[in-house]
């Protein structure tokens, strides 16, 4: 399918990282849905990329947390164009791991937030795709999905939680042509981590991130790690022996 017909959702479009894609989608000419919260920059984004070139864009309000909402979320976003070819399912934050410990509120929010809710959403577009036997599911989890670390293991389990989910989906779709996506970001210049100390070689603009995205998207891949260094740095992280690894800081 040429890009210029290519129906495009995004969930959480507001997010930096998912605005630089749906930048990409715009000026590949694909006609987008955007859902997120925040309509006023819903709106924003929506005029910005019809000047970029995409002929049609939509906005849809949803907060993700209302997971009671997500059946009305999906159909609005399939049957805005009668169907779609690519979801990128975007949203999360990054909670901080102490208010998690000692509050069992905040960490079921997180949880829910970044685990309970995309997987949901997920599975809800999946019985779409897997009918229309076609199409791609992309998902953003993270490279703290890869190991529990004393810094962030909220998050990190509920992107963990997320990748086991998008594995088993992708053997379920994989008889129905349906492609599932699992984008494993590192450290990446976006609201979320505007208040760490953004910069030096390990982190990412949004650009670079979308690029790689697009890319695995058009491959068919099923697990990105973005930029590409984060897969070589997490097999590392990953095979730290348990006594070396409880003595690190990480
Ligand atoms: N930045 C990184 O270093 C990094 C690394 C690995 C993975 N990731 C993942 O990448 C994805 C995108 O994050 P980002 O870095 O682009 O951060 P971001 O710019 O802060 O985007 C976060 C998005 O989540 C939305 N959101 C949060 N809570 C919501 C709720 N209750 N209902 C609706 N929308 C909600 C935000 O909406 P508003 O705009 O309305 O706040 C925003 O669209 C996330 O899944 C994140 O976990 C990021």
New binding site residues.
Partial sequence: MSNSQRRVAIF???????AAYARRCAEARARLVLV???MA?LERLAADLKVRGAPEVIVRG????ETGQLADVAEGAWSAFGGLDVVLI?????PVQERLNSDPAEAEAALK??FVSPALLANLLAARFEAARAGTIAV?T???GDRGRQSNYGYGAAKAGLQTFLEGLRHRLYASGVNVLDIR????A????AHLPQGGPLWAA?EKVAADIAAAVEKRAAVLYTPWFWKGIMTIVRGLPRPIFHRSKL
């Fill in positions: 959480g479009a507001t997010s930096d990282i998912a997120g919260r925040d920059g949803a907060d993700f947390t975007a949203y999360g934050s990054l937030l970044n953003i993270s490279v703290a970001p590192g450290f990446v976006t609201k979320m981590t949004p």
